[in-house]
């Protein structure tokens, strides 16, 4: 067998979105080719808050998958958006998380850029005594680091490397950005940043946060409490091509004894388990539509969450075949009341890497990607709900993560 | 008026590291005062001045709710810390408390004997003596030099 047929072996894929082959998590050349496709393909990437790069000059460092990336807003207030990369020799050009300059000029070999990318100061051009330098064909204009396109939506600047990208708002769809609106639905102020290192695969993230069906099961705090119950009212709505979903659900405080828990006995339903400070879930309905929990996600690596009145944006950047960082940003409201912006740190304890409700989230990606060593043959199954990736108005479901495969074969043309 | 000498500080600290790493968390809350504060942040969070906590309790019973849900709701691998505190520094006192900051390094021990650095930091405590004589945290925050945290918080630092 030559090296080409093991590989053609390792890599079948039947057709459809219910069956899921392990090899998708463990391939070095499917992560290389989902940089480029998905990535820096037609898809619009988290970049930061309009907030965090409020003033002319202000701009912060991120990344589109695993390329470094500068947004900043320029001299004339636009947002701009360009790779972290030195057009030289390839250094980062800038170093800080982010900060306030006029211009950007790399370490290693003092080349300038302006705040829209552009290459505008080569050091020693001309060189120096009248020796050496650049040879006189050289133009800084041939020399830049990509640009990305950006666009702001709720006052966060997403990012595109594709010229071809559909306008944002075509790209999430009506139902999509409504609900982004929902939640930033006014001036918001960032009051905590933080960054989850966890060891699996980017994708199984993303299909955990897109699974309804887990939630209650996997988190006992969410179920004990009534947060969210899959009896609860709720749904599930997934975007056309199955790329963007929200799972939503409204929660009543009075105890739902409901008959197909009792009879799963699940380990995540304790009866007698209860807070000491009960007060932490009281909360307020601040969007007035009772709404306590909505989870959103953009396709390839953006999560918008409100779990009561906990806010967080989550950026979900691959970090190696089996290795994905989560940058964490906890919301408030510019106008938050003292009692309000209170309860907000209060309930930050439901989600973070300490969230009563998302730790597991943490490790629970980490137990998949161990488990699937030497599965590359095998396939995970994906049948609740169907086969489709149409809206529920149910979330015993996993509509929203064939969506995801939907989107993705697409895109990866596997 | 209370003492806070470095050696009653020092003994408050070895007696919290080992509570946590003896696996006694259910003694953890009675190290603090009522009505407390027991934050974990990170050093970039503390110097912006920005609130939000990987944990936040203002009052005990939220650090009880962490030890129920350390115990009984939440799913993660069987761990263990060990802690190494430094010694304490008062930076001040008012109103019978001290302002008190002490270096911490916790390492972590996964089930497959797998150990490693898990966090550093500094505790910025604010310390007073309770009704029995005993000294107490009124505050506490866990300021963590790096932002990223592997995997998950589970023990409290």
């Known amino acids: 067998m030559s090296h080409i047929d093991i590989a053609a072996s390792r890599r079948s894929w039947e057709a459809g979105l219910t069956r899921v082959p392990y090899w998708l998590y463990r391939d070095r050349d499917v992560y290389d080719t989902e940089q480029k496709r998905v990535f820096r393909g037609p898809t619009w990437n988290y970049l930061c808050l309009e907030a965090e790069i409020a003033e002319p000059g202000a701009y912060r460092t991120t990344f589109v998958g695993d390329m470094p990336v500068i947004v900043a807003r320029d001299e004339d207030g636009e947002l701009q958006a360009f790779e972290n990369r030195c057009a030289h020799r390839g250094a980062l050009i800038a170093l800080d998380d982010g900060g306030k300059t006029r211009d950007f000029a790399c370490v290693y070999h003092a080349w300038r850029y302006d705040l829209q990318g552009n290459l505008r100061g080569v050091a020693f051009q001309q060189g120096v005594n009248g020796k050496g330098g650049m040879p006189p064909d050289f133009r800084m204009e041939d020399h830049q680091p990509r640009k990305l396109r950006t666009a702001a939506v709720a006052g966060m600047v997403f990012g595109s490397l594709d010229e071809d990208v559909p306008p944002i708002e075509e790209y999430l769809g009506d139902e999509i950005l409504e609900r982004i609106e929902r939640v930033l639905c006014k001036p918001v102020e960032v009051i905590g940043r933080f960054t989850q290192t966890i060891p699996n695969n980017w994708k199984l993230y993303m299909e955990n946060v897109k699974d309804s069906y887990h939630a209650s099961l996997l988190h006992v705090f969410f179920t004990t409490f009534n947060l969210n119950r899959l009896s609860q009212q709720g749904g599930v709505i997934v975007s056309e091509t199955g790329a963007h979903h929200v799972s939503y659900s409204k929660v009543s405080r009075q105890p739902q004894p409901n008959a197909e828990y009792s009879a799963e006995k699940l380990r995540s339903d304790k009866e007698g388990y209860a807070l000491a400070e009960p007060g932490m879930l009281d909360g307020w309905d601040e969007f007035g539509d009772g709404v306590t929990l909505q989870i959103l996600s953009v396709f390839p690596g953006f999560v918008l969450a409100q779990i009561r009145n906990s806010l967080a944006i989550r950026q979900v950047l691959p970090a190696g075949l089996d290795s994905t960082v989560l940058n964490w940003t906890y919301l408030g409201f510019e106008d938050d009341t003292p009692a309000q912006r209170r309860m907000r740190l209060r309930q930050s304890n439901l989600t973070g890497p300490a969230g009563f409700v998302s730790m597991e989230d943490g490790a629970v990606g980490g137990f998949v990607q161990r488990g699937i060593a030497g599965a590359e043959g095998e396939q995970a199954v994906l049948e609740m709900g169907g086969h489709g990736i149409e809206t529920q108005e149910n979330r015993t479901t996993e509509a929203s993560v064939r969506g995801f495969w939907n989107a993705y074969r697409g895109l990866m043309e596997i | ?157």
């Open chain 2, 1 to 157: 008026m209370a003492q806070f000498s470095q050696e009653r500080l020092g003994a408050l600290n070895a007696a919290y590291a080992r509570c946590i790493d003896n696996d006694e968390v259910e003694a953890w809350p009675a190290f603090f005062e009522e009505r407390c504060l027991y934050v974990i942040n990170t050093a970039d969070n503390h110097a912006a001045g920005m609130q939000a906590g990987v944990v936040y309790a203002d009052t005990r019973a939220m650090l009880r709710d962490r030890v129920s849900a350390l115990r009984e709701a939440n799913v993660y691998e069987r761990h263990r810390y060990r802690h190494i505190v430094g010694l304490p520094v008062v930076l001040g006192e008012e109103d019978g408390a001290a302002r008190v900051e002490t270096p911490f390094l916790v390492a972590r021990i996964m089930r497959d004997g797998a150990t490693e650095i898990f966090a550093c930091g500094r505790y910025l405590d604010r310390v007073v003596e309770g009704a029995d004589g005993r000294l107490m945290f009124a505050e506490r925050v866990a300021v963590c030099d790096s932002r990223n945290i592997d995997t998950l918080l589970a023990i409290p630092l």
